[in-house]
């Protein structure tokens, strides 16, 4: 496993994190769930991405039955805005939301805490700041974060000084980030993880176009998007088929290329995956000639 420092806040985190949406999904036990983690460690991943809203909180309680304070590995969850209430994203219940995560993930302090995926208006209103301001001099949590919707949203955040710590979606489909975000967070030494490398599964090739895309499945949640996607991988497979690793590694390759990205965030339900995802660490992302194909490739979607 390859390891880059997380901007300035001095963590060298695994190129590779996990991320754990799934965590917790009632589909398989618990004891699958934590031999899941603690296999991920045995195999040099030490970031794990989650939320207090995965399975309402399962993803957090194995997570904690597997790490618990364990010094070694670094947690990133969320103060959600998924409960629809008033003052989702304010100082008070931040403070609540803290002590519920640290229960779960029996742990005394969280080193990253990100707003999840907050709109604009919500980072504007509440005064979230102060209150993760407060948490870190009471030592409950290292690094502020925001989980942005947008590279706009982003460098709106680090103009003011806000974070320490950004997680954005970069993908071979979604590269705003390029033109708009990488520059700035090198000079701000803001620390950037990136979600969806795969496109919520689309980047693996699993679903072919033309039709449904099955049940259980989060690419569903992009809706038509995900639908013009699976006509775009036909697009890329002659590619793939001739780069090692095929088209899954080819897309978490592409996504660690940036040196602004300190870690991917791939999910993992299975063990299958999960060695499939920590095996594209390399240190380096894609070659130059891939990277220009891919480009002349995505030119004509629209």
């Known amino acids: 496993m390859n390891y880059r420092k997380l901007g300035n806040t ?3 985190v695994s190129e590779v994190g996990m991320g754990c949406n799934r965590l917790g999904e009632k589909n398989y036990p618990d004891d699958h769930w934590v031999s899941l983690v603690k296999h991920a460690v045995e195999l040099g991943v030490n970031i794990f991405d989650t939320s207090e809203s995965y399975g309402r909180g399962r993803s957090e309680e194995m997570l904690g039955k597997a790490l618990g304070n364990q010094d070694d590995v670094y947690i990133a969850t969320k103060i959600s805005g998924w409960r629809k209430k008033e003052d989702r994203f304010s100082a008070k219940r931040m403070a609540k939301s803290v002590e519920d995560s640290l229960k779960r993930l029996q742990r005394d302090c969280i080193d990253i805490y990100q707003l999840h995926s907050p709109g604009r208006e919500d980072m504007e209103k509440y005064n979230w700041a102060e209150g993760m301001e407060k948490l870190k001099k009471q030592g409950k949590i290292r690094f502020s974060a925001v989980a942005v919707n947008s590279s706009e949203d982003g460098i709106w955040l680090m103009k003011q000084d806000l974070v320490q710590v950004l997680q954005i979606t970069y993908n071979i489909f979604e590269t705003q980030a390029e033109k708009l975000l990488f520059g700035m967070a090198e000079e701000k030494g803001v620390g950037l993880l ?16 033309g039709e449904d895309i099955p049940e259980g499945y989060r690419a569903n949640l992009d809706g038509e998007r995900a639908v013009n996607r699976t006509k775009w991988v036909e697009d890329l497979r002659p590619l793939a088929d001739k ?9 978490l390759h592409f996504s660690l290329t940036p040196e602004a990205i300190s870690a991917i965030i791939p999910g993992s339900r299975t063990v299958e995956q999960l060695e499939e995802n920590v095996s594209a660490s390399n240190g380096t992302g894609l070659p130059e000639k891939v990277q220009k194909e891919i480009e002349a490739i995505s030119e004509k979607w629209s």
Do not use: N, S
Not at 199 to 204: E, H, I, K, N, S
Not at 245 to 251: D, K, Q
């Open 194 to 209: 990136c979600r969806m490398p795969l496109a919520r599964g689309v980047l693996t090739g699993k679903f072919k176009p």
């Open 243 to 251: 780069y090692e690793g095929g088209l899954t590694r080819m897309a």
């Open 10 to 12: 001095g963590l060298m």
